[in-house]
């Protein structure tokens, strides 16, 4: 009987690469003098990129200074000089365009187009002695490099992006001619092009800018840890962790896909890169073709949202948000933790459904008790070493001063080789044969203990991220100069202390994967580098034009002003946008255009949405897009490689997202679950509860808690899970929260506000630009004798004007100021906290319901466990 899952594997290993550089990196792989111009450019570009990242431009050196120092602007201009030259060089024009050499006409527009890019870098004193008045040659040189941007765009991303960023200029210059709600007065072409492409507002603005400064060296820095052998070491560990349960195979590829999103910022790459491993053994304990592939893709994109490398849309939020990277990831920790949670448990619940069975064990199984021994004092090692190391760091810097960084940087050589030391004493790590007849899983501790070391690099960027407080850019650097020395060194070290092999053969193997991580980093930020400077005339459009106030108005009007339709609106476009668009465009274009009017809608509603909510929001959903049929691109890698449908397969892939799509929506309305406010025991209880309530959402959407669930069980199960997740929409319910009294309570006294209270104001005005406008606010009061006292202690000065509360005078940078306050806006209604049970008293109701539900499961699953004994027996 021939192997189903080799009938149905139409795909080889050649060809699941290919997919992923004719996505990723570029089909094309020339040879001769041209293979040595392309790789030799994505070498210089990484190179360069290091060097920018480093302190050793500013460096005084000896005899020559300082020097190779950019500034922002001439930075993007090189940067994008690099990505547009690799775009044509390594993506063919058309399907049949050659792959194996790079045609003349192809060369010619790589170079009229690189030079195009670098035109702000190479003639940057000249362009500063004339803002905002571009001459002949700026207009020439910016439209042939707008063109060949689009072009470029074309090539690496396909036509979607392009087209969007057409209709934008077009908008841009025909303003007058449109419909009269989104008209506007036009620009002429030299205006449209020093906006775009000679200022900072467009190509080469804050997207740009963030993909030259923090992007490519995450990207670089994943690159290094694959070719190290990282993505093999993830996915052994999980396999050994996770193989031996239900369905185990499937949880093994989610928390391998979660390990790999920390190497791969591509859904695509991550799908192929675990999924012709893991696919293989999901179909051989049980699972279709459809439903393997499925677990890979829900499993592969939510990698981008695992921090701490998230997605390159996470590095765009540090920049449009306000807030420091360190602070993106700890609002975005908990979401994705709960999601990848859920995923396990769809896994677990499918495999209940089948009565699936794990893999068999390599070696003598311990009993549960002494792996669980085993794993709590693995546990307490690990805080312990953590602990000495942050004390011990804090030692070492006041007593050595500026020695302390090479002291530190010697320890921690010391430190990597003895891991090598101790890997060395385990057999290497090499895959099994997914397809074989007997599949085994490895050992745990060997497992885990053979690769240690690739896990200090990511210690490196966590501590410079979180406990040094440098900017991503650098804690990038420094974790990727260690990745550069490991795989440099790994190797002979491996060599010496397993007493096999040439040293000088492995240093030289060892030198040749760094410069193929080089390389390929490079090659993999050619589409990212592209996509940022093509959503930049998005932004640039948004910007010139001031459409983002007219659709603020249209979305308001198509939502009839209610918020959960505006985010539903939001979500279906930044669905319909990611079909076409890579997600770091989709997050730029989405979020420029409807983050703002969410807030806006949001504060008229009386629901106060920190910027950061909306933000995630959308990148939640230009995420999903990449699962979305029917143009999931992710769905169809994995279909290539499971042999099943790729439409099923994104279906299916949805139906398993679902508990990530639902997310977005929950923390927009409950921001616990962003850890906002949010002190460290509080965080424990929100994370607990948030499990448990992510848990019961994902049993209802299967239709199965501890058997199959009727339908009444299942509206039940969703019922308590938006009590765990939404406790005080209950609790508003039973108490108000606010007492709401006229904005005249404030003049006459009526109304005793305390001091420090945080009270929300209705405001009837006009905004910045006079336009009509009413919206709610939160203000806290400072200290005073009365509540008008307070009022002004916050920075706001209130007059009687014939009964009404208006706004006399506002202090600059205020608490008031920053409420959105502004002189001669009346404040209508005022809203004063008042005392409320604590809102977590919900839960204890929403967790009795639970108990009946599961007494009445349990039973029919003994009953249901009876009747197939009988009929066995039978």
């Not at 390599?362 to 307490?380: C, H, M, S």
């Not at 920053?818 to 809203?831: P, W």
Request: with cysteine.
């Amino acid at each position: 009987m021939s192997d189903p899952v080799k009938e149905s594997k139409t795909y080889n290993d050649a060809d699941l690469q290919d997919l992923v550089d004719a996505t990723d990196s570029g089909a094309r792989n020339p040879s001769g003098f041209q293979k040595v111009l392309l790789l030799g450019t994505a070498l210089c570009w990484s190179l360069f990129q290091l060097w920018i990242a480093s302190p050793l431009p500013f460096y005084d050196w000896p005899l020559i200074g300082s020097f190779g120092v950019f500034n922002d602007t001439e930075a993007r201009s090189i940067h994008l000089a690099f990505a547009v030259f690799l775009s044509f060089m390594a993506y063919p024009a058309f399907g049949g365009s050659p792959r194996d050499r790079v045609p003349v006409i192809d060369l010619i527009l790589a170079l009229a187009g690189a030079f195009s890019a670098a035109y702000l870098f190479i003639f940057y004193e000249s362009l500063s002695g004339r803002p905002g008045a571009p001459i002949m040659q700026d207009l020439i040189v910016a439209s042939i490099g707008g063109v060949l941007l689009l072009e470029a765009t074309r090539r690496a991303l396909g036509p979607p992006l392009v087209i969007v960023a057409l209709v934008f200029l077009i908008y841009t210059f025909a303003g007058p001619y449109m419909p009269e709600i989104i008209a506007h007065k036009g620009a002429g072409l030299d205006q449209v092009v020093n906006h775009q492409w000679i200022t900072t507002e467009g190509v080469f603005g804050i997207a740009l800018g963030v993909s030259t400064s923090f992007v490519f060296l995450f990207v670089l820095f994943g690159a290094l840890l694959d070719k190290a052998g990282a993505g093999n070491y993830f996915i052994k560990v999980a396999f050994s962790l996770l193989g031996h349960m239900r369905g185990g195979p499937a949880k093994a590829a989610v928390v391998s896909s979660g390990m790999t999103g920390l190497i791969s910022g591509s859904s695509i790459a991550n799908v192929v890169t675990t999924g012709t491993f893991t696919v293989p053994m999901m179909k051989r304990v049980g699972f279709s073709a459809e439903k393997a592939g499925a677990v890979e893709v829900a499993s592969s994109v939510n990698g981008q949202i695992m921090p701490p490398v998230m997605g390159a849309a996470a590095f765009l939020m540090v920049e449009y948000v306000g807030l420091s990277y360190v602070e993106v990831i700890k609002h975005a920790f908990l979401p994705a933790l709960i999601s990848y949670i859920a995923l396990v448990y769809i896994v677990h619940l499918e495999a209940l459904k089948q009565g699936m069975q794990g893999l068999p064990r390599r070696g003598v199984v311990k009993p549960w008790l002494a792996r669980l021994t085993g794993a709590l004092f693995g546990f307490l090692a690990t805080a312990v070493v953590a602990l000495a190391v942050y004390y011990g760091i804090g030692w070492i810097k006041p007593l050595l001063g500026d020695a302390a960084s090479l002291v530190i940087a010697v320890l921690l050589f010391i430190v990597y080789v003895g891991l090598i030391r101790f890997a060395a004493r385990y057999p290497e790590l090499e895959l099994d044969d997914p397809e074989s007849e007997v599949v085994e899983l490895p050992e745990t501790g060997p497992t885990v203990k053979s690769g240690l070391h690739y896990i200090l690099p990511v210690v490196v960027l966590v501590w410079c991220l979180m406990v040094e407080r440098l900017s991503p850019g650098l804690s990038a650097f420094w974790a990727t100069v260690l990745m550069m020395v490991i795989l440099v060194t790994q190797r002979p070290l491996f060599a010496l202390f397993r007493g096999r092999g040439s040293l000088g053969a492995e240093c030289r193997l060892g030198f040749e994967q760094l410069v193929d991580g080089l390389i390929a980093g490079a090659r993999n930020m050619i589409g990212i580098g592209i996509a940022t400077a093509t959503a930049g005339i998005i932004v640039g459009a948004v910007s010139q034009t001031g459409v983002g106030s007219v659709l603020a108005d249209l979305v308001e009007v198509l939502s009839f002003g209610n918020l959960l339709l505006m985010l539903l609106l939001t979500a279906v476009l930044s669905l319909i946008l990611g079909m076409g668009l890579p997600t770091t465009a989709n997050y730029i274009v989405v979020s420029s255009l409807l983050a703002p009017v969410i807030v806006t809608l949001g504060q008229e509603s009386g629901l106060i949405v920190p910027l950061i909510a909306v933000h995630l929001f959308v990148f939640y959903f230009g995420i999903m897009a990449d699962v979305t049929p029917p143009v999931g691109l992710a769905s169809f890698a994995a279909a290539a490689v499971s042999g099943g449908d790729p439409i099923r397969t994104g279906f299916v892939a949805f139906f398993y997202s679902l508990r990530t799509a639902i997310l977005p929506f929950l923390f927009i309305f409950n921001t616990d679950l962003l850890l906002i406010n949010v002190d460290w025991w509080h965080g424990i209880a929100v994370f607990v509860i948030s499990t448990i309530g992510i848990l019961l959402f994902t049993a209802a959407s299967q239709g199965y808690f501890l058997v199959r669930s009727r339908l009444y069980e299942s509206a039940l199960l969703l019922v308590i899970a938006f009590s765990l997740f939404r406790p005080g929409f209950w609790m508003d319910q039973i108490v108000e929260p606010y007492q709401a009294r006229g904005g005249e309570a404030l003049l006459d006294g009526s109304v005793d506000i305390p001091a420090g209270a945080q009270v929300r104001l209705h405001i009837i005005g006009e905004d910045a630009i006079g336009n009509p406008r009413e919206f709610v606010t939160l203000l806290t009061l400072g200290e005073g004798d009365t509540t008008r006292e307070r009022l002004v202690e916050a920075g706001a000065e209130l007059m009687d004007d014939n009964g009404k509360a208006l706004v006399d005078m506002v202090t600059f940078d205020s608490a008031a100021e920053r409420a959105g306050l502004m002189f001669d806006q009346v404040i209508a209604q005022v809203e004063v906290p008042q005392s409320q049970p604590p809102k977590e008293l919900i839960f204890i109701p929403a967790l009795l319901l639970l108990v009946p539900l599961v007494l009445i499961q349990r039973r029919r699953r003994t009953t249901e466990a009876a009747a197939s004994g009988t009929t066995a027996r039978a």
